[in-house]
């Protein structure tokens, strides 16, 4: 289901992170590997003249450099991946970062993330990078996004609302337990005990005989956001699987306000099922 990952970096620290995160999923799922940095335009092609009198300076060094730092991030992922052993293949762009990373991201069957990159020091912690938000928004892949504290070591959190995205997200779960060798713990919030129990129901279908073990978690009370990533903690968990869409679907721009809230303030790696 999984043979080609894409990782996006834009060479911070945190991005670092996310880049060995990536290396290492795409190392235990048997999967090639395509890293990419983008050269934002609107930095490249520096500043035009405003009628204020004031000369801007020339863009010429400002590119030289911001090409260079990207070739050097995509350079630092590839050694990792070397380590690793993964097929590398590496890309330096230039463009609109989101969307050149979903366009690109079309050749492959996930899309891998850092939630805290160059800008996360100057802004609120309960907000996601603009480039991050406008790519899991845009795209239709499969997209995982690692904070800096992410490692893929532990059982996989199920997030289950009967959605079709909670479906292919089970789906995507079992293909990536299989691999992993992790358990799977399956949350299914409701305020009904009978829908509850019917949710269980429909999931263990699909689930089915898997070869590890599959554990059961439900919730009747609080936020469904928080006490999702409540259980990934409690659980020690190495990934979140959830739906990109919930059950209260707007529209294909919007994320389902579950996963956008999980995605935001998880300690653990979360990864959008389309």
């Known amino acids: 289901m999984i043979s080609k990952v894409l990782v996006a970096t834009d060479g911070s620290e945190a991005a670092g992170n996310a880049e060995r995160f990536g290396v290492e999923f795409a190392a235990r799922m048997k999967a090639g590997l395509l890293g990419i940095s983008v050269v934002e335009d609107r930095f490249a092609r520096g500043f035009d003249e405003d009628g204020l009198g ?11 450099y ?10 630092r992922l590839g050694g990792v991946a070397e380590e690793r052993g993964v097929d590398y293949e590496r890309e330096v762009a230039s463009g609109v970062a989101d969307d050149v990373i979903v366009d690109r991201g079309q050749a492959a069957d996930l899309l891998v993330l850092g939630r805290d990159g160059q800008s996360a020091k100057h802004r609120s912690v309960a907000l996601i990078g603009s480039t991050v938000s406008g790519v899991i928004r845009k795209t239709g892949k499969n997209a995982l996004v690692a904070p800096a504290s992410a490692e893929l070591s532990g059982p996989i959190v199920l997030a289950f609302d ?9 789906k995507l779960a079992v293909a990536v337990a299989t691999r992993l060798g992790e358990p799977i713990h399956v949350f299914v919030d ?31 009370l609080g936020r469904p956001d ?7 903690r409690e659980v020690k968990a190495g990934l979140i699987v959830m739906g990109a869409f919930g059950r209260n ?4 721009y919007f ?16 990864l959008l099922a389309r």
């Open 66 to 75: 911001l090409s260079a730092r990207a070739g050097a991030a995509c350079g």
């Open 54 to 64: 004031v000369t801007p300076p020339p863009p010429e060094p400002l590119a030289t």
């Open 249 to 252: 679907r707007i529209n294909e």
């Open 190 to 220: 409701s305020k009904d005990k009978g829908r509850a129990v019917a949710r269980f129901d429909e999931v263990r279908g699909i689930v089915g005989t898997l070869p590890v073990p599959v554990r059961e978690i439900s919730s009747t």
């Open 226 to 232: 928080v006490k999702i990533v409540d259980s990934a």
């Open 162 to 170: 009967g959605s079709e995205g909670s479906r292919k997200g089970a």
């Open 255 to 270: 994320l389902g306000s579950n996963a956008a809230a999980v995605v935001r303030t998880s300690p653990v790696a979360v």
